[in-house]
C-alpha cells in the first residue's frame, strides 16, 4: 500500500474520519490524499438559467484567499457572500467574510443570513 484517499464532507465527523486516516497511515507508512466532492455546488445551481452561469470553479485554498484570488483571476466587477453569526473566538480572530472585505482588491457585498 502507498497511499490512502481519505474523503470529507463538512460535517462534524471530518475530523474524526481525518484522525482515523492518519492513524492508519502511520501504523501503515503510507502517505494521505485528502478529497472533498462539491458535488453540492452543482446541486446548488441546478435550477439556475444556465444562460446566467459562465463558468463554476473549485479550488484549494483557505476560504478567504480563495475567494479573493479567484475575483481578481476571473475579473469580477462584484465579490457576493455570505456572513453567518460568529462567536467571540470569531470576533477576535475575523471571519472569512471580514478577511475578504478588508483584503479583496475590489467590491464586496456581504449577504447576512438571518437565523
Not at 462534524?12 to 486516516?21: F, K
Not at 479567484?70 to 462584484?78: F, I, S, T
Not at 475590489?106 to 438571518?114: D, E
Given at each position: 500500500?502507498?497511499?490512502?484517499?481519505?474523503?470529507?464532507?463538512?460535517?462534524?465527523?471530518?475530523?474524526?474520519?481525518?484522525?482515523?486516516?492518519?492513524?492508519?497511515?502511520?501504523?501503515?507508512?503510507?502517505?494521505?490524499?485528502?478529497?472533498?466532492?462539491?458535488?453540492?455546488?452543482?446541486?446548488?445551481?441546478?435550477?439556475?438559467?444556465?444562460?446566467?452561469?459562465?463558468?463554476?470553479?473549485?479550488?484549494?485554498?483557505?476560504p478567504w484567499?480563495?475567494?479573493c484570488t479567484?475575483?481578481?483571476?476571473?475579473?469580477?466587477?462584484?465579490?457576493v457572500l455570505?456572513?453567518?453569526?460568529?462567536?467571540?473566538?470569531?470576533?477576535?480572530?475575523?471571519?472569512?467574510?471580514?478577511?475578504?472585505?478588508?483584503?479583496?482588491?475590489?467590491?464586496?457585498?456581504?449577504?447576512?443570513?438571518?437565523?
Open positions: 500500500m502507498k497511499r490512502i484517499l481519505v474523503a470529507l464532507d463538512s460535517s462534524e465527523r471530518a475530523p474524526g474520519v481525518l484522525a482515523a486516516a492518519l492513524r492508519l497511515a502511520e501504523l501503515t507508512d503510507v502517505k494521505l490524499v485528502v478529497f472533498r466532492a462539491h458535488g453540492d455546488l452543482e446541486r446548488l445551481v441546478e435550477g439556475l438559467p444556465r444562460d446566467r452561469i459562465e463558468k463554476i470553479i473549485t479550488t484549494f485554498a483557505t484567499d480563495g475567494i479567484a475575483g481578481r483571476e476571473q475579473d469580477a466587477d462584484l465579490i455570505g456572513s453567518h453569526h460568529y462567536s467571540r473566538l470569531d470576533q477576535l480572530l475575523g471571519t472569512n467574510a471580514g478577511k475578504v472585505v478588508n483584503r479583496a482588491d475590489r467590491n464586496v457585498l456581504v449577504v447576512r443570513t438571518v437565523l
